[in-house]
């Protein structure tokens, strides 16, 4: 049986993960884009995995906005 997740947990703790690997991205611009990618993903019916696929679509997010900053 999946255990229950605490989104305001999962949110916290990609946010923290997210400062650690972009400590350059203000914490309000991270805060933005992890509760938009975890919106995107909640409504989801499996959630095991949702702090990860958080993670994941944030970093890629984040790395795409800074390659389009050096263009």
């Given at each position: 049986m999946a255990?229950?997740?605490?989104?305001?947990e999962t949110i916290r703790h990609?946010?923290?993960?997210?400062?650690?690997k972009y400590p350059q991205?203000?914490?309000e611009e991270l805060e933005a884009v992890?509760?938009?990618?975890?919106g995107l993903?909640?409504?989801?019916?499996?959630?095991?995995y949702l702090e990860i696929?958080?993670?994941r679509a944030a970093r890629k997010r984040l790395k795409l906005k800074k390659?389009?900053?050096?263009?």
């Open positions: 255990k229950e997740v605490d989104d305001a990609v946010i923290e993960t997210l400062e650690q991205v203000p914490r992890v509760n938009e990618e975890f993903l909640a409504g989801r019916p499996v959630r095991d696929l958080t993670e390659a389009a900053k050096k263009s």
